[in-house]
């Protein structure tokens, strides 16, 4: 069983950068490939990006590609997302969440997802 926390977050103007953090802890933690979702007030949950267990591979979804990036510290037991040129549309709440397979990443799927955490909220606004 993995459990994962977020933290980070917050209150950030267009064009400014958050980082997001989510610790994990459990045994072969590095063996899952960890995403992050996000959901918008009204709207369904979406995945964001994803790294394979050994960071070997990762995803965007293409409304973040060139802005977000995604990274793992095995040995810290964390997976980072830094955010860059944050728009309001990327308000929202933001989950890290686990999965038994690499290939998980390849479609960023919430219901392949076995593991999540609570979540962090993003506002980007003035």
């Known amino acids: 069983q993995l459990q994962l926390v977020e933290s980070g977050g917050g209150l950030v103007q267009p064009g400014g950068s958050l980082r997001l953090s989510c610790a994990v802890s459990g045994s072969t933690w590095d063996d899952y490939a960890v995403a992050w979702f996000r959901q918008a007030p009204g709207k369904e949950r979406e995945g964001v990006s994803c790294?394979?267990?050994?960071?070997?591979?990762?995803n965007y979804a293409d409304s973040v590609k060139g802005r977000f990036t995604v990274s793992r510290d095995n040995a810290k037991n964390t997976v980072d997302l830094q955010m860059t040129s944050l728009k309001p549309e990327d308000t929202a709440a933001y989950y890290c969440a686990a999965g038994r397979h690499d290939y998980y990443c390849l479609e960023l799927k919430a219901g392949y997802m076995e593991h999540w955490g609570k979540g962090k909220l993003v506002t980007v606004s003035d």
């Open positions: 790294i394979s267990g050994r960071g070997e591979m990762t």
